[in-house]
């Protein structure tokens, strides 16, 4: 099985940014893709951003990938989220997802990115 760390949250002034890490350990041979989720209070958890770990293929999904930057560390299987002008829509925690194909989906326990006004 694949294991997860995330890192990186905590308060930001709106406006600010950020940058969330997820390192991968365990079964990590067989990864196939990685990403981040996030689920703000009352709301379901949201796909962020992905990785295909094969290809290098990245992917956003909703309307503020222009303020989203998804990298990879091949070497520490790690992969980044770089969030910039974070806006009140914004706070959530965020969560690390990677598939593998010999163990399937495993999740970190999540970070949480906060904004001040």
């Known amino acids: 099985q694949v294991q997860l760390a995330e890192s990186g949250g905590g308060l930001v002034q709106s406006g600010g940014s950020l940058r969330l890490s997820c390192a991968a350990s365990?079964?990590?041979?067989?990864?196939?893709?990685m990403a981040w989720y996030r689920q703000a209070p009352g709301k379901e958890r949201e796909f962020v951003a992905g990785i295909r770990w094969t290809t290098g293929n990245i992917r956003y999904g909703y309307s503020a990938k222009d303020r989203l930057t998804l990298s990879r560390d091949v070497a520490e299987t790690t992969i980044f989220l770089q969030m910039n002008s974070l806006q009140p829509e914004d706070p959530a925690t965020y969560y690390c997802?990677?598939?593998?194909?010999?163990?399937?989906?495993?999740w970190g326990q999540g970070t949480q990115v906060t904004i001040s006004s």
């Open positions: 997802q990677a598939e593998a194909k010999c163990s399937g989906d495993s």
């Open positions: 365990g079964s990590t041979f067989s990864l196939y893709d």
